[in-house]
């Protein structure tokens, strides 16, 4: 029975990803961790009619709000460590008339990239006591060097470069805790129908939940610092800018 942390609960993918855990039977799924910020409706719903989701405030990007949350979870798992950690939590600004307009670049890369390190390391000492010891970095194919080019029309800058920086932090964290039976691996979880994505994309959160959690779940060691896109079935081959097979992503 695993237990999990996701960071930035309160919507779009993160709630998806809460929830799909929620439901899979307690024999594979322990308690839920939700952090976010602050709560909401809709997370506050998914904590009352679950007995395994609790809520966890917590900024990722200040390392006094991430210290007191690894001290509630600490308690709340009675002994016990902690299995997986999803970092979730990204931004993704839009930038119009060229990237010498790009004026939030540092404000970016904190909350995509500081602040997995910071939650990352901060968690640690909880992971090392997990059985899976497994941390997923939500990560984007938009952030994929070799595949730049297909998504050259996208005035997001920004994004594409700090998800290109947390593909080199999830390979850094990867080659320092094999020797410690960590897995840590990024993953691409679609262009999703959340607040970020837009109305226009191609999955809903729960769909890119779903594969995401499958991918986890599937994870062992041999997946150690690897970047992976999700498998959504009827989407392998998909005629489109995006297609989700579940294939490895190029750097």
Not at 92 to 100: L, N
Not at 203 to 214: Q, R, W, Y
Not at 220 to 249: C, M
Request: a neutral charge; aromatic letters at 8%; glycine letters at 8%.
């Amino acid at each position: 029975m695993a237990t999990y942390l996701i960071t930035g609960s309160s919507r779009g993918l993160g709630l998806a990803l809460a929830t799909r855990l929620a439901s899979l039977p307690k024999s594979d799924v322990g308690s839920i961790f939700a952090t976010s910020r602050r709560d909401n409706a809709k997370l506050n719903e998914l904590v009352e009619s679950s007995d395994r989701v609790g809520f966890v405030p917590m900024d990722v990007t200040d390392e006094r709000s991430i210290a007191e949350a690894v001290k509630l979870v600490e308690i709340r798992l009675q002994g016990r460590g902690l299995d997986v950690l999803i970092n979730n939590v990204g931004v993704m600004p839009a930038t119009r008339g060229g990237i010498e307009k790009m004026d939030d670049l540092m404000e970016t890369f904190n909350t995509n990239v500081a602040s997995t390190h910071l939650v990352t390391k901060a968690f640690l000492p909880l992971l090392r006591k997990g059985q899976r010891k497994t941390v997923t970095n939500i990560s984007t194919t938009l952030g994929s060097i070799n595949m730049a080019s297909n998504y050259k029309f996208m005035p997001v800058p920004a994004y594409k470069i700090t998800k290109a920086a947390l593909n080199m932090l999830t390979v850094q964290y990867a080659q320092s805790y094999a020797d410690e039976g960590f897995t840590f691996f990024a993953v691409s979880p679609g262009w999703l129908q959340t607040d970020q994505g837009g109305s226009r994309a191609d999955l809903t959160p729960e769909t890119g939940a779903e594969a995401v959690v499958k991918t986890i779940q599937n994870a062992t060691p041999a997946e150690n610092g690897r970047f992976f896109n999700i498998h959504v079935p009827g989407w392998e081959k998909h005629d489109g800018l995006n297609q989700y097979n579940g294939s490895e992503v190029p750097w």
